[in-house]
């Protein structure tokens, strides 16, 4: 369960959001939508433990967030790649879980991106993907990493039709499962209708 | 494109869905930390350019000053010793911005705070491959270059010696002031202006000990400080390190 209470974010001198109070429970989501620049990024980031919020506060089954328990339940993916470009799609993937603090087989590493549409292109360099490709090599780690709480910065950004569908169905899987998920989007999400948290 | 294989046919198969997750957990935190450092060697090894800079500038500096000062083997032996190391500094100095600059840019580094290994750990083993591209090599260089400052046997042996103990000093030094810097413009400038007055202790130890072993008082007070340094930077830096590079972060 996560729970945000009274959160308020300062940029420089210019408030960006006050008073977000919003929670969400095993099994369900919450889209957070607003226009450009009006904080979406730096709320998910937040929720995250990579920044401090001016105000109010982030608790995580009732504890403070930032914990060692609260990191490994964790996927946070951001609008950023995340991704090396003169590393392997497999040996991306491979390091990201092992730095998570968690073993992948070559095997299974295969089995994630082919299931994202990557057959054949595993041992390719990525600096030769297209942005669509590079973003499918980070959400690869949606299907290889252990985690409750997926908090996703735009993940439908650069992704054609099939794959938002496809990415859309396993968040779908994961709520169903009694896990939670924050994303946002600007575009319609297919998906069962969540919590809307407007900024 | 190929086409994405929906979730359903992959569950048929006993691996899609949330409540199968492809990765173990790992039992020892250690194993993250050289997962780093086996991912930093082989990333410096699809780079090489930017390891091959370090080296011969360091190369290029000290084969400099025998050539500009011409053969007076007195005054070479002199000077030699400061040189290499000023030079070894320096060298180590180039590669500093890059230690967490890249993988600040492309988010990386956000994931390694969010990872649930401890960051310390994380940190020393960038500082490890840093060391292995950058100090290593000046370490296995520098007796040869020292052929060039008429220095002996036995003082190529304390020079190889505290580099070996000294360079490792300066990466971990270099580690905070390159997470401190992070993310601000200019980077580059500050970070020379906030870590080249830290390294003046193990550049007076480290150039120290070769002079003391051609007065014949032995090296032996100097690489114990040399050390002492080494064990404390060890010590603190990981710590430092992932304050500063969770400040720089936000």
Known sequence: MLTVHNLTCVRGTRPLFTGVDFAVAPGSWAHVRGPNGVGKTSLLRILAGLAKPEEGEVRWNGEKIGGEEFRRELMYLGHRAAVKDDLTALENLVFAAEMDGATLSREHAEDALQRFGLAGREDLPVRFLSAGQKRRVLLARTVTRRAKLWILDEPFTALDVKAVDFLANLVAEHVKAGGMAVLTSHQAIPLAPGQVVEL | ?250
């Open chain 2, 1 to 250: 494109m190929s086409s994405l294989r929906p979730p359903e046919t992959a569950r048929a198969l006993g691996l899609a869905g949330t409540d199968a997750v492809l990765s173990e957990p790992q039992a020892s935190p250690f194993k993250a930390m050289l997962s780093v450092l086996r991912r930093d060697l082989l990333l410096a090894m699809r780079r090489k350019a930017e390891v091959l800079t370090a080296l011969f500038f360091f190369l290029i500096v000290s084969s400099l000053f025998p050539l500009g000062i011409g053969p007076e083997p007195a005054l070479l032996r002199k000077i030699g010793p400061g040189v290499l190391w000023v030079g070894a500094l320096l060298a180590t100095m180039l590669g500093l911005q890059r230690m967490f600059y890249s993988d600040h840019l492309d988010g990386t580094l956000e994931q390694m705070v969010l990872s649930s290994a401890p960051l310390p750990l994380l940190v020393t083993g960038k500082v490890i491959a840093h060391w292995l591209v950058s100090g290593l090599p000046v370490v296995v260089l520098a007796p040869v270059l020292g052929l060039q400052f008429d220095l002996d046997p036995g003082a190529l042996w304390i020079l190889a010696l505290g580099l070996l103990i000294g360079t490792p000093v300066l990466s971990l030094i270099g580690a905070v002031g390159a997470a401190l810097t992070l993310g601000v413009r200019g980077g580059g400038a500050l970070l020379s202006l906030l870590v080249l007055p830290l390294y003046i202790p193990t550049l007076i130890f480290g150039a120290g000990a070769v002079q003391a072993h051609l007065s014949g008082q032995g090296a032996g007070g100097h690489l114990s400080l040399l050390g002492a340094l080494l064990a404390l930077t060890l010590f603190f830096v990981p710590w430092a390190t992932t304050a500063a590079l969770r400040i720089s972060l936000e």
